[in-house]
């Protein structure tokens, strides 16, 4: 029914059943049920159904144990009885855990980048044994940033054949 024209609407008569209308559209719908048959009935169809809903519902409150679910609950919320892998998972989902954990990684973060280890210092890069022949000329470089020192000699062979030089650096 609609509210301007008197026309059936279920859904008003919802409304108006659930006490959802304000006080002028409820009496309009009163006005119209006392001259429509059809709405009703359809009106103690919903009032039946809500009846019956209602019944069950007490029923089903009254065999329920209330009380019992209710510290069920509480202590699930403040964590009696949880295996502690939940208590560890609920622990590490909490500011609790996020807010130190976050300053401490920080502080370590800035530490490792504010203090610096002392660079390793390079050992040679090869290690000459021995010599085979006779030296002609040696000459001995160090780099200044790195301090490596460079040998660069010249080496005679004495296998009898002395024209040929081997330069190694």
């Not at 039946?48 to 069920?72: N, Y």
């Not at 403040?78 to 130190?100: D, E, Q």
């Not at 000699?153 to 002395?162: A, Q, R, V, Y």
Request: include cysteine.
């Amino acid at each position: 029914m609609k509210i301007d024209d008197n026309s059936c609407n279920p859904d008003l008569l919802g409304r108006f059943l659930d006490r959802e209308l304000g006080p002028v559209d409820h009496a309009r719908i009163d006005q119209h049920l006392e001259d429509c048959p059809a709405c009703r009935k359809v009106l103690r169809a919903h009032q039946s159904i809500s009846a019956l809903f209602k019944a069950s519902l007490t029923q089903e409150l009254s065999h329920a144990h209330v009380e019992e679910f209710e510290e069920r609950v509480l202590d699930l919320i403040r964590g009696k009885g949880l295996p502690w892998s939940m208590k560890l998972r609920n622990f590490l989902a909490s500011r609790r855990f996020y807010v130190p954990a976050a300053a401490m990684a920080t502080a370590l973060i800035l530490f490792f980048s504010v203090v610096k280890r002392p660079a390793p210092e390079p050992g040679p890069s090869a290690i000459i044994k021995s010599f085979t022949g006779e030296i002609s000329s040696v000459m001995i470089i160090q780099t200044p940033k790195s301090k490596q020192t460079i040998l660069w000699f010249n080496e005679t062979l004495t296998t009898g054949d002395e024209d040929d030089e081997i330069q190694e650096a």
